[in-house]
């Protein structure tokens, strides 16, 4: 199957530019970055694409197996490097997208110069002094209303997600983003997300790294942001002017000059 159909890749901006790949998190699509885009095509060659299973990806390619492991996202963005012979990448990952870009780091560093893990979250769960923001239970709880109601799930979650109650049309937006997810493979995502545990692969990462955090975050407490920048050689965090859980869309302006500053500095 053609990656760039499997994937609905797009790209924008300048051909000759240095390369950001932009990969959205669990319940969203590439939409979700028009907001910052066209500030990092003026610089950049942009590129965008739905994870499967998400989006306006082929639903033939999706596989409950593959895709049960964030390793099976990652196979998919080198994949896509690998595709469109990308080289020297600043990836931008999203949520949870942060750790599939982690993987896809350790494994061939040489497709990336940077990474910038957007709110990023190794781990949900707490565990011993480890604070992830969920107990076991809050996550098998969260995964069960998903399972048996997701359309009634995503009405009640996506507004804790996004925060900025005072902005209330930015959490109908993910409403919507995470209704137009087919159910039974969001479930399949949902537990691959909010299941995984990838601190122990941070420490692997070789090549520059960005953390950004916003604080209030529902998803991601604050000391998750420190917990990365921790684990990561060399890495760098920031706390975005911005709260809630998805700043491309609640703080376009300060995202895209975290992102851009960063992947234009040497």
């Known amino acids: 199957m053609d990656v760039r159909v499997r994937h609905n890749i797009t790209t924008t ?3 000759d530019g240095p390369v950001v790949l932009l990969a959205h998190g669990f319940g969203c699509d590439q939409n979700l970055w028009r907001l910052v885009t066209p500030a990092l095509a003026e610089e950049f060659r942009v590129v965008l694409f739905d994870h499967v299973g998400s989006g306006r990806s082929d639903p033939a390619a999706w596989d409950a197996e593959r895709y049960s492991s964030l390793e099976g996202y990652a196979d998919d963005v080198l994949e896509i490097c690998r595709d469109l012979d990308l080289r ?3 990836f931008v990952g999203h949520s949870v997208s942060s750790m599939i870009g982690v993987l896809a780091a350790r494994r061939e560093p040489e497709r990336f110069a940077k990474l910038v893990l957007l709110v990023p979250s190794p781990r949900y769960v707490d565990e ?7 107990t076991r239970e809050d996550i098998e709880e969260l995964l069960e209303s998903l399972d048996s109601n997701y359309l009634g799930w995503s009405a009640a979650m996506a507004p804790v997600i996004m925060g900025n109650p005072e902005r209330p049309e930015l959490g109908e937006e993910l409403t919507n983003s995470f209704c137009r997810t087919d159910p039974d493979m969001a479930r399949v995502f949902a537990r691959t997300t909010f299941l995984s545990d990838n601190r122990e692969d941070l420490a692997g990462v070789s090549v520059p790294t960005l953390v950004v955090r916003c604080v209030p975050d529902a998803i991601a407490p604050p000391e998750v942001g420190e917990f990365v920048r921790d684990r990561i050689p060399g890495s760098v965090l920031v706390t975005l002017d911005a709260t809630g859980h998805c700043p491309q869309l609640s703080a376009p302006e300060a995202t895209v000059e975290a992102i851009a500053s960063f992947a234009r500095a040497r």
């Open 88 to 90: 020297d990448v600043t």
């Open 13 to 15: 901006g300048r051909e």
């Open 128 to 134: 011993g002094d480890y604070r992830g923001g969920f």
